[in-house]
């Protein structure tokens, strides 16, 4: 998903594709990722850090995926 594609969602949150579990959260003109997971049926959100680029978002989200599936 490209920055011109997400400016043009409606308001709410959407998958972005690229690493499981990662999201857009679109309200107005602010837009904020989220990465959403579970462990032992309890759901879990992070936010990484603010303004940052989708594939900075895409790497973070890999990044953080992968260290929590070995712990």
Known sequence: MSKTRMSTLSDGT???GGVVGLRVCKHGQKIRYLMRWS???I?????PPRDISIT???????EFW???KLS
């Open 43 to 47: 759901r879990h959100d992070s936010y």
């Open 66 to 68: 992968y260290t929590s």
């Open 14 to 16: 959407h998958a972005v």
């Open 56 to 62: 900075r978002a895409r790497k973070f989200s890999a």
């Open 39 to 41: 462990r032992q049926g």
